[in-house]
């Protein structure tokens, strides 16, 4: 019997132990589930398509930069050939031998472009500022994904928040249902019944509500997922508030121009433009080359010209006549100059007109988180007034109703300009493209 009992608390023992490592792999699991701002950030950034394209696009344009450095270095070409004949000539042989039976052919060449007309330094610079523009474009797809994970972010503790607010919602309405139900059963009347119905249905309309907003919420979670990868039962915590911009819209606008990535990459297009031009012409120019080189030659039987010889020498090459070709590509290269131009033009004309926007938005939304703090303290205020009133029974169940849903579209009106002047203000950085460059 003591030794069932002995195997009956070794049993417990075990299993009390398992449920304690169980339930501390359950705290540690939850604890790294709780995503910051910062790591949504480094997780989309680390693996959004988006990025790792323009990542490619930078590898490539390096490849561009160093393809360009080989039109200027000179190049070792080396070449052999074996053949056998079907007879010599003359046949049967003689002093004098023009083909052998068999003949071996090797040839060591050196050339060194001297002169290319300006295309091959063109080309160059043109690779270098492709490889800037190719930066430019990556620096722009961060801080395009920086603001959509903020979005998406936001987003998610909206839809927390607001399903805080419908649960407050139907506990204010549970509450008032109980009260409602406890006067019908006093005093039982048409009123008070028809009172009671009404509860029952506000009951099932805020119930109805939190079930939209937890549908909401997996949504949210689901677009911030697909953005980061992170998984989709993630916690978000609440980020440090945001300090907007102190310039003035002019000094904003100027600063946008200063640090606009996309701006900076059609100033360089531009560039590259002209660059593009300058190869174009050189390429109808005259061409100069300094070439060297070892020729060896063995037949069988031999023959006169069988030796190893070295030789160097310069080539110049002069385009005559191409039937107008030279004059229709320099014109097609000066029109995709003056595309670049006009298109760096359009896009200051966009810049400024997205800061102006941006900043607009921010102070609209800055006014009316002001206004929707004074609602929500008046709405909260009037609500627990009129809740005390009701229950003394000295208002009807409509006053209550009506301060209910005051007090529910204050707070979600308040929440909603709280997280929507936070977007405003990363909008407002990104229209600057001060977005990430500041953290």
Do not use: C
């Not at 490592?21 to 680390?46: H, I």
């Not at 953005?227 to 600063?255: H, Y």
């Not at 031999?302 to 039937?323: H, R």
Request: charge should be positive.
């Amino acid at each position: 019997m003591t030794k069932g009992k002995t195997m009956t608390t070794k049993m417990y023992q075990a299993m009390i132990l398992i449920v304690v490592l169980v339930a501390g792999a359950s705290g540690r699991t939850s604890a790294s589930d709780v995503y910051t701002l910062e790591d949504a950030y480094r997780a989309a950034l680390g693996s959004n398509e988006y990025v790792k394209i323009a990542e490619e696009n930078v590898v490539q344009a390096d490849d561009r930069v160093d393809q360009a450095w080989t039109y200027l270095y000179p190049r070792l070409t080396a070449s052999g050939s074996y053949k056998r004949f079907n007879d010599t000539l003359p046949p049967g042989g003689g002093s004098t031998l023009f083909q052998p039976l068999e003949q071996k052919n090797a040839a060591l060449v050196l050339t060194q472009p001297l002169y290319t007309g300006g295309r091959t330094l063109a080309a160059l610079r043109s690779a270098k500022k492709m490889r800037e523009t190719s930066k430019s474009g990556l620096s722009v797809a961060k801080q395009e994904i920086v603001l959509r994970v903020s979005e998406a972010y936001y987003g998610v503790l909206k839809a927390q928040k607001a399903v805080e607010i419908s649960e407050r919602s139907l506990e204010r309405m549970e509450r008032h249902k109980k009260v409602t139900e406890r006067e019908a059963s006093t005093r039982k009347n048409k009123a008070n019944a028809s009172a009671l119905l009404r509860a029952n249905a506000l009951v099932s309309m805020a119930r109805i509500s939190m079930i939209r907003s937890q549908d909401g919420l997996k949504v949210a979670r689901e677009k911030l997922s697909m953005l980061t990868k992170l998984p989709m039962d993630m916690n978000v915590i609440e980020p440090r508030p945001l300090e907007q911009p102190s310039d003035e819209l002019a000094r904003l606008k100027e600063t946008a121009l200063k640090n606009r990535d996309d701006y900076a990459g059609a100033q360089g297009n531009q560039v590259i433009a002209k660059e593009y031009v300058t190869i174009v012409q050189g390429s109808h120019y005259p061409q100069i080359s300094a070439e060297a080189g070892a020729l060896y030659q063995a037949s069988h039987p031999a023959t006169a010209l069988d030796a190893t010889t070295y030789y160097g020498g310069l080539f110049l090459k002069i385009p005559l006549f191409e039937g107008g070709l030279m004059k229709s590509e320099v014109a097609e290269a000066r029109s995709k100059q003056r595309q670049a131009e006009l298109s760096t033009d359009f896009l200051r004309a966009t810049i400024e007109s997205e800061v102006h926007e941006a900043y607009v938005n921010l102070q609209t939304v800055t006014s009316v988180l002001d206004t929707a703090k004074l609602q929500m303290a008046y709405a909260k205020d009037n609500y627990e007034a009129v809740e005390s009133l009701f229950t003394e029974g000295l208002l009807a169940s409509l006053s209550v109703i009506d301060a209910e849903q005051a007090l529910t579209n204050a707070e979600r009106e308040l929440m909603n300009t709280m997280y929507d002047r936070q977007v405003a203000i990363l909008r407002l950085k990104k229209s600057i493209g001060m977005l990430g460059k500041d953290t």
